[in-house]
């Protein structure tokens, strides 16, 4: 059923996701102060929230298989509710870890449920334009949540007390010495609207394709003895395992080797690294309908590894810049792995899909690999682990060889 209210309530569902889960990098220096923490404890907080990916997404394509789309976004977002209210109204690291994990969940069901929503309320002749829209949406969310926190930590911490009233009530509900906890209390009062929202709204009864249902378990064992499929496997694990190792890890390497601000120049950074891998979404558009998509990765793979050169050895000024220019590079490799990895298999698409999404769990084991190596020895080398994962995702677009390619100017000539 075309329903433009539930297109607009998909989009909301997208900026709200990107609000929850990108802005754990510019919080991860004052976390690390307010509980005392070693660059491994740190760690634990990707691991926490990302691990819940790798753990739901594939049960989460079950559920809604079976109870549809609505009751599955209502307790997506009651978990992240409750996973934001625990982290306001018990703040230790425990129910920190507790509170990620849960919230986490909650954006793992939604991200299984909102693409065939928006592909059945939109219609599917819209659906290229509308995913696209979607990822912009997603991608200026990315941008605006580490704003949000420099703006936020920077009032309530004036001299003179918080400049306006909402800072002033957000101040009086978090610790003095914890600000930066009154973006859960912001968190917790979308999640809050959200769940009200979609209680009195009417959402389209989602009908899964083939290559988005969640697959039988018959399909999962065929599939995991390809070593094609572990090979994907490999790339959707390190494309998410780069992208949140720099995402996270930025502003903390930013402070302590050049002794930038976390909360003023460091959040930005992590913002602008969200803004470019947008724009980078863009520019990928125009490129894909030109060349092809190996081709694309490897050119940046390759940049996005010297990018890092640069920001890991760089001045003050050149780190500053050529961290967020990272996620201009690695703004086309999701999205052109996951279709080299399907198009390279001619069946169980949805059960592939689901093991691929698994590998989201990347995006807690590197930055906590990250982590460890840096709390052993230091965070540039820890760092380093990246060019690996980098390496490998360039490597995916030297060996890839899919069924069908991507139709450019000349092959559509």
């Known amino acids: 059923m075309r329903s433009r209210y539930a297109v607009g309530l998909v989009f909301l569902v997208f900026f709200v996701i990107s609000l929850l889960t990108n802005v754990q990098g510019p919080l991860i220096p004052d976390i690390k102060r307010s509980f005392g923490l070693s660059d491994s404890l740190v760690a634990n907080l990707p691991l926490a929230f990302f691990g819940a990916y790798g753990v739901m997404s594939i049960p989460a394509g079950v559920l809604v298989d079976r109870y549809d789309a609505k009751p599955v976004m209502l307790g997506s977002f009651i978990l992240a509710l ?244 990272m996620g201009f590079w690695a703004s086309i490799m999701w999205a052109v792995i996951f279709s080299l990895a399907l198009n390279s298999v001619s069946r169980h698409h949805g059960s592939f899909a689901g093991i691929l999404c698994t590998g989201i769990i990347g995006g807690a084991l590197v930055p906590k690999l990250i982590g460890v190596i840096s709390t052993v020895a230091n965070l540039r080398l820890g760092l380093l682990a990246v060019f690996a994962t980098l390496a490998y995702i360039t490597a995916i677009g030297l060996w890839a060889k899919p069924l069908i390619n991507n139709a450019t100017g000349r092959s559509a000539g």
């Not at 969940?105 to 909102?114: F, K, R």
């Not at 400049?163 to 509900?173: E, Y």
């Not at 929202?197 to 378990?217: H, N, W, Y």
């Not at 992590?270 to 190996?294: E, K, P, Q, T």
Request: one cysteine or more.
């Open 82 to 325: 409750a996973g934001c209210a625990a982290f306001v109204l018990h703040p230790t690291y425990g129910t920190v870890l507790f509170s990620l994990f849960t919230i986490g969940v909650g954006m793992a069901m939604l991200q299984v449920v909102i693409n065939p929503l928006l592909r059945i309320s939109g219609g599917e002749e819209h659906y290229a334009f509308n995913g696209v829209l979607a990822q912009l949406i997603f991608g200026l969310a990315s941008l605006g949540s580490p704003f949000l926190f420099s703006y936020l930590a920077r009032d309530m911490g004036q001299p003179g007390g918080a400049s306006n009233t909402i800072t002033r009530i957000l101040a009086g509900m978090v610790p003095a010495d914890k600000p930066w906890i009154s973006l859960y209390v912001i968190f917790t009062v979308v999640s809050l609207a959200m769940v009200l929202m979609l209680t009195f709204s009417r959402i389209p009864k989602v009908e899964l394709q083939e290559d988005e249902k969640a697959g039988s378990r018959a399909s999962y064992l065929e599939l995991a003895k390809s070593p094609m499929v572990c090979l994907f496997f490999a790339g959707i694990f390190c494309y998410v395992g780069t992208e949140q190792g720099v995402a996270n890890w930025m502003s903390e390497f930013l402070r302590v080797y050049h002794g930038v601000d976390p909360q003023g120049e460091g959040a930005r950074a992590v913002a602008y690294f969200w803004g470019l891998m947008s724009a980078g979404c863009a520019l990928g558009l125009l490129l894909l309908r030109i060349w092809d998509c190996r081709l694309l990765l490897v050119m940046f793979g390759v940049l996005a590894m010297i990018t890092l050169a640069f920001a890991l050895f760089g001045s003050r000024t050149v780190s500053v810049w050529a961290f967020p220019v």
